[in-house]
Structures are given as C-alpha cells and as structure tokens.
C-alpha cells in the first residue's frame, strides 16, 4: 500500500521589539515609561479533546449545527432526529451537561428545527414545516431563560441562519427542495428579518425570479440548472451564508447550482448570481482517488474529470483590507424519488417497451450515475428499471468518451475502452446533466448511433476548501491535500464512510468529503476549521495570508478499531457537520475552544485550542 507524506508547513515569524530612546530630561517625573514588551506571536499547535456530550442516539443526526452563549455559556445543538435543539452547560467544557431543550410546537406544530445561531443573548432558530415544501419560520428564544420572544414566517425549508455584526438583522437561506416525487418545487429564496423587536420580527424576502426566462444564460455563464419543469427560481437552492464585517453585503453558497449569490443586505435584494466553475482534475496537485473496489490508495490525476465545488458552508473573513470568502466543497447530487420504483420504471410497460411518456413527468429527478453504466458500449437500456434516471433516456440510447480527451485510458470512437473498469474510471459517481458535447442550441451533439460523447466528467465536490474574492474568483485550494494527509495519517481507514470503518469506500463518491467550516481569529492570524464528514476530523489552516494558507494540524476523535456499525457508542465522534469556534475571551476555560456537532455518533465534542510560540 502507498503512504503519501505531506509536510506540515508552519509559519516562522520574527519577534518584532520596539526599540526604546533614552529621556532628554533630567527630571525623571517627566521620563515616558517604556512601551510593553510585545506578546509572542503564537499559533495552533493542535487540537485536544476536552470533552464530549453523548446523545445516545447514533445514525439519526442527533447532534448537527451547535451555536454557543458566553454570557449562560451554554451551547445550542440541533438534534435533527428530535427536531429539537438540545442546550448543553458548558460551564465545565470537559463535562458538558444537558440541561434542556428547545422546541418548535409553539410556532409551528410538527414542524422541526433545522439550525441555530447566538447573538447576545439571542437564540435564532430556522423552523421547517411538517411538509418541508410548506412555509416555515425563524424564531428567537431567549438564551438563559429559553423562552420564546417572537417569530415570523419565511420560505420554505429555512436551512442555515446568521445575524449580521451589529445583530439587528437576521438572515435565513431558504433551499427550498422539491418534494421527493418532484411534483412540488418551491422557489429558493434568502428572508431578510429585521429583530429590532424580538417580540414582532419582520421579514423581507431576497428572491430569485429575476432570472426566471434567463436559465439559458446562467447555464452558459456556468450555473448549473438541471431540474425538470422548474424556472431558475425553483431549480435554485440557497444553503448557506456569510456576511461581511460591515454587514452591508452577504453571500449565499447555491450548492447543487454550483454558484454563489450576492446579496444587498439593506434592499433584501439579490445582485449577483456567481458561477464557480470546476476544479481540474487532470492537473498535478488536483488528484483524486476514483475507485472504491482497488484495494488500493491512489490518488492521481485524471485528465478529462473536473469536480463541481458545489460548496456547502461559507465564511467570510477581511486580509489587507479586502473580503475573502472561504468554502467547504463537498458538492451534493439531487437524488429525489430514488427509492420509488415507479421512477425507475417510468416511460416502461411491464415487457420493457419504451412508451411516448414525458420523462420530465416523472416522479423524482436523480442526476447522478456512475462512468462504468453512462459510456457502457451496450448502451442505457441495460440499466432501464434498475438505475437509469428516465430523464437521461430521454437524451440519448447511451453514451461515450471522447477518444481525444479518454484516449489515454482507451476510449475509442465506437467504444471506451478500459476506461470504463473500476479500477480505473468506472467506479467514479458524477453528473449525467453535464460534460456531453452540444449543438449551438444547447442540444447534445450525438454520435452517428445516436449516443451522448462525454469529453468531460464532471464528479460531485472538490474534495477540498478554497479560498475566493467577494467577486467568487478563485484564488486559493487546497487540491488534494485533504486526501493525501488522512491517507498518511489513517493508511488502513483511507476514505472510509462515517456510518462503517471500510477502507476506500468512499473514494467513488466525493471522498472524505468536506462540509462544516468556521473561521476563528487567534492573535493576528486567522485560522480556518474544516469538518471532513465522512473519514471524519477537523482539518485546521492558517488562512491570514489568503493566496498562500499553511497546514497547522489535523485531529480526528473518531476511535478506527472499533466497528462504529456493531458497537456505535465505543467508536468515538463520527460525522463531523457543524463547527462553532469560541475565543478565549468569551471561553469558560480562558483558552479558545472548538466545539463540533457529530451527526452520525450524535455527540457534541469540545476540543480545546492548544496554542505555542512561533519560535518554538
């Protein structure tokens, strides 16, 4: 097996000392004291857990987003499978205890809580109907006595929420999925809540039909728009959000669109909707590990795949007096109706003959299938009934590489080759909707057989964070690091999934796919924390210099000799999803802590900040 080694930069900065000038005073009364010596600059050495609060509740996201209160110093956790948030006492980090919960019944019976921020004393909460395409709300409770202060309604599915700097606004990223038969497809949006009067919020909504009748350009900006029947309004799906410091300008991550919007805080207004292109591949220091079933670790480069950012978390931070946004690029695929055999089976009479059905009726939309089924030399009907998503079928009788891009791995005009073996490209999951070559018209380009010709797969996530302007221009990734350090690290568990402890399982699929981030400022440096949701840990970067980020440490509590699937509550914090960074000033301990919400354990880990000098 191949061990990969990847050497841990840290920075070296000189002790800077003010130079001190003599008095020209004879009279001592009248001598300036000396300046204070300056504190050495320090960094992260690493991180150490501290302590852990156990749900008791593994594989059902009993523990997601956690927010923290300096004043009660309590955390707030969601618990999605309780659709409640637990409130944890931190007084004591290394024994967290819990102390009670909050709950939705009062706004919205049924409904379920989905995320949670803290602002002064403030708990703001994101409420989801019992039918997540059916209007929900944000709340505020109060921290210390838990009560509820008020609520408003916005879109639907409200996900991820945050309160601008000075905490008088409220902002909500409403994704508005569609129902799962794909029947239903509520438009995203972005609410604009004004929390002046906790009692009586107000709400604005920041919408997208602006750019309904232009999906045809953002396709060709690079926006990727691919449901069935839906106006760019309703194919757009807001997730995350970061505000800049001064609070006038947020920005949404639009993950499966593969883009960014801009928003005008003051006007609740969307002015931009940024493409944020895709990551190459075939370029060394961008390599990736394709296939699940090789055995092996085998990160290299691919010519001819490109991975779709598809960012879930977002922060933003200001380096020389300019906004920079930072991303979590686990991409995220629209499987909807996977589990309905009547998808499957749509356009199909019980003996198999094809029926002059609309695909776009179908009930569900999944985008998502593997290289070795999509450029198979015997076409899709192979595949009909199984896994073949009608809306491809409808396209093309199958598909092929494109002997000039794939002819290394043996694609030919007629047929491709080995490239379709799982130990090779077979294995890899990526997008249907993309990569095929086109007509002017945006029709595909068929080959003489009548069969789609890929010269470009597109794979879900980036497996990575990147670094981006307030324009969303890329100026920073971190390519392959992710994959090479926990392969060093964790050589007999590379990739594994966060539900089971299986060597490569995840290397088709978006690899140790990054998800959660949080920025925390420590000295003069800012650093970035990054959640890998699957093989699991925190990867920890010193990101002050925006074009030049430095390794600092990666820690992973998750326990890999124990079988997380037979003795779940032994195998330690599985599934990193939300992060919430504590600084020293507002700690319980003076230190500044990490705390992270642990989906699949269900456990809420508090990890302490170890700092040293920078000349040690």
Known sequence: MKNWKLAAASALLPLILAACGSSSSDDDDDAEPPPPVAEAPRHIASLDLLGRYESGSYGVSAAEIPAYDAATRRAFVVNAQSGKIDVLDLSTPASPTHMGTLDAEAVSPGAEINSVAVRDGKVAVAIQAAVKTDTGYMALYDAASLALLGS??????????????????????NEGEPSDDYTIDPEGSVSVIDISNPAAPTARTAGFTAWNGQEAMLRSQGVRLVGPRASAAQDIEPEYIAVDADGATAWVTLQENNALARLDVANARVTDILPLGAKDHGVEGNGLDVSDTDGAIDIRTWPGVKGLYMPDAIAAYKAGGATYLVTANEGDGRPWGEDNPAYWNWGRDPAGTWLDQDADLAPGFVDEFRVKHLV???????????????QLRKLAVGGLLDPAVFGYCGATATDPGDCRDDDLLGRLTVTWTMGYKQNPDGSPQLSADGRLVYDTLYAYGARSFSIRDADGKLVWDSGDQFERITAERYPDWFNSGHDETLFDDRSDNKGPEPEGIVLGNIGDKTYAFVGLERIGGIMVYDISDPAQPRFATYVNSRDFNVDSAADPGAAGDLGPEG????????SPTGEP???????????TAIYRIVLADDAS
């Open 152 to 173: 408003v309604p916005v879109g639907a599915q409200p996900d991820m929420l945050t309160f601008t700097p000075d905490a008088k606004t409220v902002l909500v990223a």
């Open 579 to 586: 992060l919430a960074f504590v600084s020293a000033a507002d």
């Open 593 to 603: 802590l990490l705390i992270v919400g642990y989906e699949v354990s269900g456990t």
């Open 376 to 390: 198979h030399k015997d076409g899709f009907d192979r595949r009909a009934g199984d896994d073949l998503p009608p």
